[in-house]
């Protein structure tokens, strides 16, 4: 169990509002020089996780971020991220996760995801193939302060899914600059540009703004 720190303790303590290890590490690698300790939801007493209703990915990483901060007194970060499709009016996006259905285990859920929307896609011409990555980053504290910021990994989708790496869409998205999928490239390649490193670099350093 982790128990709040006090503004004056270092390092502060924020929770990462997941259990998934792979978001942990990448978060404690950006926030290896900031004086921040970050623990997740494993490490704190369970709490009662409301579902993502919001309408935009700012809404659901705000929600998420509120949550955690009241129910454990920690300065709370959390994340919302899918895939914005031009020719499909920016769907599936806040219900990339689950555009099939929810039946399933991930693996299952994420091929079928793919599937329907490379089918929806079948009849759009190249130069309307444009998709984008987004990702909201929030934190908040628990008497109320927060912040929220959103960046996009622009690209296109392809016809047919190349790649092993990643997972979701990563097989049929292509990078802007880039002639790999996201699934072909390294983890540590992905991990530099993608939309939810971008959102975190950009929030870390915002940060101090909520422990003073």
């Known amino acids: 169990m982790v128990e709040p720190r006090s503004a004056a303790s270092a390092p502060v303590t924020v929770l990462l509002a997941t259990r998934n290890d792979a978001k ?4 404690r690698r950006l926030t290896s020089s900031q004086g921040l300790e970050v623990v997740g ?3 704190v007493p369970e709490f009662p996780e409301a579902p993502e209703t919001g309408a935009t990915f700012e ?5 998420k971020a509120r949550d955690a901060a009241r129910a454990t ?16 009016n920016g769907m599936p996006g806040v219900l990339s996760a689950r555009w099939s259905g929810r039946s399933g285990t991930r693996v299952e859920r994420d091929a079928a995801n793919l599937a329907l929307v490379l089918d929806q896609m079948a009849d759009v011409p190249e130069e309307r193939r444009g998709a984008a990555f987004v990702c909201a980053a929030a934190a908040a504290q ?12 622009p690209g296109r989708l392809i016809r047919l899914p190349r790649g092993t790496n990643g997972f979701g869409y990563d097989p049929a998205f292509v990078p802007e600059g880039e002639s790999r999928t996201s699934a072909e490239m390294a983890p540590d390649e ?13 929030l870390i350093p915002r940060l101090t703004e909520l422990v003073r």
């Not at 942990?24 to 978060?27: N, Q, R, W």
């Not at 809404?59 to 929600?63: P, S």
């Not at 628990?142 to 990994?153: A, N, T």
């Open 73 to 88: 007194g920690l300065l709370a970060v959390a994340d919302d991220s899918g895939l914005a499709v031009d020719a499909l």
């Open 59 to 63: 809404e659901n990483a705000l929600a």
């Open 41 to 43: 939801l494993d490490d």
């Open 190 to 202: 992905k991990d530099a540009v993608s939309h939810r490193s971008r959102a975190l670099r950009a």
């Open 24 to 27: 942990l590490a990448e978060l």
């Open 142 to 153: 628990p008497d109320g302060r927060e912040i929220v910021v959103v960046e996009r990994w």
